[in-house]
């Protein structure tokens, strides 16, 4: 999967709210946001860890609460926009904005 790592890195606001790019690591010792990276190809990411495994969507639905719990927001207001069998994934925060993209850039 390719990302184009746009003018704010990891975070870019859209019309449906806080636009976010995460790496993500299943199968980890603990559930942690691990602040940001940028990866071989350029792309600045949020990186992220969650204890469960990649089947089923249960890595991606333990993202999805890591990050809705680390800005405060409801879970139904995360969602995979893309990468679903990707390690890289954007995510979309409903609502979001330049607070929470610095809550997640604090992150680790």
């Given at each position: 999967?390719?990302?184009?790592?746009?003018?704010?890195?990891?975070?870019?606001?859209?019309?449906?709210?806080?636009?976010?790019?995460?790496?993500?690591?299943?199968?980890?010792?603990?559930?942690?946001?691990?602040?940001?990276?940028?990866?071989?190809?350029?792309?600045?990411?949020?990186?992220?860890?969650v204890?469960?495994?990649?089947?089923?969507?249960?890595?991606?639905?333990a993202?999805?609460?890591?990050?809705?719990?680390?800005?405060?927001?409801?879970?139904?207001?995360?969602?995979?926009?893309?990468?679903?069998?990707?390690?890289?994934?954007r995510?979309?925060?409903?609502?979001?904005?330049?607070?929470?993209?610095?809550?997640?850039?604090?992150?680790?």
């Amino acid at each position: 999967m390719s990302f184009k790592a746009g003018p704010s890195g990891a975070f870019a606001a859209t019309a449906k709210g806080l636009s976010v790019v995460v790496r993500l690591t299943p199968r980890a010792g603990r559930d942690a946001l691990q602040g940001l990276a940028t990866l071989d190809d350029g792309v600045e990411a949020v990186k992220a860890a969650v204890r469960a495994a990649p089947e089923g969507g249960a890595a991606n639905a333990a993202l999805i609460r890591l990050v809705a719990k680390s800005v405060g927001v409801a879970a139904s207001r995360v969602r995979l926009e893309r990468g679903a069998a990707s390690r890289l994934k954007r995510l979309v925060i409903e609502g979001g904005g330049l607070e929470m993209a610095e809550r997640l850039r604090r992150a680790d």
